[in-house]
């Protein structure tokens, strides 16, 4: 079984940077695909950031340039992280850690509350 268990939201006014971290555990972690998505309440989840095992990087066309994911690997254990920056009101949301393997090994954290406001 894979945990995931995510820390580093909070309230940052516009213009402000903050860095989520997603702590996985579980078996072989390092083939695991890890990303961070986000939503709103009355919206679909959206993919933010992900990267591959190899290191391969995807953003959204939103948050390119703002945001930087990147990843530790262990044998067990990975620990990705979303730096952002240049924060705007518009990515206030939830966001969530994803590890993704195969359809039927696809896990999700428990969500951490990001709040762009002055």
């Known amino acids: 079984q894979v945990q995931l268990v995510e820390s580093g939201g909070g309230l940052v006014q516009p213009g402000g940077s903050l860095r989520l971290s997603c702590a996985a555990s579980?078996?072989?972690?390092?083939?695991?695909?890890m990303g961070w998505y986000r939503q709103t309440p009355g919206k679909q989840r959206e993919a933010v950031a992900r990267?591959?095992?190899?290191?391969?990087?995807?953003?959204a066309d939103s948050v390119k340039g703002r945001f930087t994911i990147s990843r530790d690997n262990a044998e067990n254990t990975v620990t990705v992280y979303l730096q952002m920056n240049s924060l705007k009101p518009e990515d206030t949301a939830v966001y969530y850690c994803?590890?993704?393997?195969?359809?039927?090994?696809?896990?999700w954290g428990q969500g951490t509350q990001v709040t762009v406001s002055s």
């Open positions: 994803n590890a993704y393997a195969t359809s039927t090994h696809n896990y």
């Open positions: 579980g078996t072989v972690m390092k083939i695991y695909e």
């Open positions: 990267i591959t095992p190899g290191g391969n990087l995807n953003y």
